[in-house]
């Protein structure tokens, strides 16, 4: 005990010095927490990033900085490292090799607030592709595992503390029962937050080497760790929850060009393999009974928005559930969408979260800045 104190007294004392305004131990969880006037303080999300040579070199680095510039308790990025599929000639990582996560080790680990992720398709389901490089998406997991989520902590220049998901319900590449690091929770002044492995392309399920065992342990690990969430949640007397996956599921009838298609009532998709459909009754059903404001961040189909798509089963809109996607884009469009949401969180008011699009000066495109 009394070196677990002297760290986070160390880390106090650093993250204090950096950024500027005084910290709090929360000894019962085990993580270092803002205490900012007021009760408020932001956090930075983002995703989808990088998905070509310039974005790697520029656009992320100048997101980055942009970060850094501002008072973030902490930042979550929701997964996919690189593009889809490797780009031909490319200079920086865009197959699945080591190389890339090697290059996002060091890009979490010089932003100054706490940083924490949530693997995506591209990088781990998706890499048994041919052109990323025909590797075994769960041994590339495993790497994922290995690389950003060895400890309880997360990354940045600033650790943060986090739950993790330790019971072996997940598989590694041999088939064998593991523990889902990369899912993880944490509580910032009576906000309640989590990671969530969920995948796109169809939560693998589909694509190149779909994997329904793996799929089956996962998917049911997911449910248990949300479900867990809005227990402790409710128990710590939060506020707010905030759920982080990559994936988008779909919600309802509106967006076929960007999400599966799902009937909004019953949550069933329009066509198979359904790779969601059980994690999101499962929510539905947290979510009305948690009563309180619940956001839902993802990434996955690279539009930013902020709206209202859970329905419950007569149709109602759940006035309390918030989706929110971050900035993504491909390649063709530069450093066009490389950029960054604010949320600010303040858990005094009623809604708790409110939202400030971060336009990265240094990688507007269409209206440079002035």
């Given at each position: 005990?009394?070196?677990?104190?002297?760290?986070?007294q160390s880390v106090r004392k650093n993250?204090?010095?950096?950024?500027?305004?005084?910290?709090?131990?929360?000894?019962?969880?085990?993580?270092?927490?803002?205490?900012?006037?007021?009760?408020?303080?932001?956090?930075?999300?983002?995703?989808?990033?990088?998905?070509?040579?310039?974005?790697?070199?520029?656009?992320?680095?100048?997101?980055?900085?942009?970060?850094?510039?501002?008072?973030?308790?902490?930042?979550?990025?929701?997964?996919?490292?690189?593009?889809?599929?490797?780009?031909?000639?490319?200079?920086?990582?865009?197959?699945?090799?080591?190389?890339?996560?090697?290059?996002?080790?060091?890009?979490?680990?010089?932003?100054?607030?706490?940083?924490?992720?949530?693997?995506?398709?591209?990088?781990?389901?998706?890499?048994?592709?041919?052109?990323?490089?025909?590797?075994?998406?769960?041994?590339?997991?495993?790497?994922?595992?290995?690389?950003?989520?060895?400890?309880?902590?997360?990354?940045?220049?600033?650790?943060?503390?986090?739950?993790?998901?330790?019971e072996p319900l997940c598989l590694d590449?041999?088939?064998?029962?593991?523990?889902?690091?990369?899912?993880?929770?944490?509580?910032?002044?009576?906000?309640?937050?989590?990671?969530?492995?969920?995948?796109?392309?169809?939560?693998?399920?589909?694509?190149?080497?779909?994997?329904?065992?793996?799929?089956?342990?996962?998917?049911?690990?997911?449910?248990?760790?949300?479900?867990?969430?809005?227990?402790?949640?409710?128990?710590?007397?939060?506020?707010?929850?905030?759920?982080?996956?990559?994936?988008?599921?779909?919600?309802?009838?509106?967006?076929?060009?960007?999400?599966?298609?799902?009937?909004?009532?019953?949550?069933?998709?329009?066509?198979?393999?359904?790779?969601?459909?059980?994690?999101?009754?499962?929510?539905?059903?947290?979510?009305?009974?948690?009563?309180?404001?619940?956001?839902?961040?993802?990434?996955?189909?690279?539009?930013?928005?902020?709206?209202?798509?859970?329905?419950?089963?007569?149709?109602?809109?759940?006035?309390?559930?918030?989706?929110?996607?971050?900035?993504?884009?491909?390649?063709?469009?530069?450093?066009?969408?490389?950029?960054?949401?604010?949320?600010?969180?303040?858990?005094?008011?009623?809604?708790?979260?409110?939202?400030?699009?971060?336009?990265?000066?240094?990688?507007?495109?269409a209206v440079p800045a002035l």
């Open positions: 005990m009394t070196k677990i104190t002297s760290l986070a993250v204090a010095n950096s950024v500027g305004f005084p910290f709090v131990i929360a000894a019962v969880i085990g993580f270092i927490s803002p205490a900012v006037e007021a009760d408020t303080y932001s956090i930075g999300l983002w995703g989808d990033l990088a998905y070509s040579d310039v974005q790697a070199t520029v656009g992320v680095p100048n997101l980055i900085a942009d970060m850094n510039a501002q008072r973030l308790a902490f930042t979550v990025h929701d997964g996919d490292l690189k593009a889809g599929n490797a780009i031909a000639g490319s200079t920086t990582p865009t197959t699945c090799d080591d190389a890339l996560y090697t290059q996002w080790q060091s890009f979490f680990n010089t932003l100054n607030a706490p940083a924490m992720f949530t693997p995506g398709d591209n990088d781990w389901t998706d890499c048994d592709r041919i052109s990323n490089g025909a590797f075994s998406s769960l041994e590339r997991l495993d790497h994922e595992r290995q690389v950003f989520f060895s400890t309880p902590y997360s990354l940045g220049l600033h650790a943060l503390k986090q739950e993790v998901q330790m590449a041999n088939g064998n029962k593991v523990a889902c690091v990369e899912n993880r929770r944490w509580t910032v002044d009576r906000v309640t937050y989590a990671t969530l492995n969920i995948q796109g392309s169809c939560n693998n399920l589909c694509d190149t080497a779909p994997d329904a065992a793996e799929f089956a342990a996962r998917n049911a690990a997911n449910i248990k760790w949300m479900n867990e969430t809005f227990t402790k949640a409710k128990s710590r007397k939060s506020v707010a929850v905030m759920l982080i996956s990559q994936a988008d599921p779909g919600w309802d009838l509106s967006d076929s060009t960007r999400a599966p298609l799902r009937n909004p009532k019953t949550l069933v998709e329009a066509a198979l393999p359904d790779g969601y459909v059980d994690f999101l009754v499962a929510l539905r059903e947290k979510v009305i009974d948690f009563k309180k404001p619940v956001a839902y961040v993802h990434g996955d189909s690279h539009y930013f928005r902020i709206d209202k798509p859970f329905l419950n089963t007569t149709g109602q809109r759940l006035e309390n559930f918030t989706r929110i996607e971050t900035f993504g884009d491909n390649a063709a469009n530069s450093t066009n969408d490389v950029n960054w949401l604010k949320v600010l969180v303040d858990n005094r008011s009623r809604e708790v979260f409110s939202y400030q699009p971060q336009i990265v000066p240094g990688n507007r495109v």
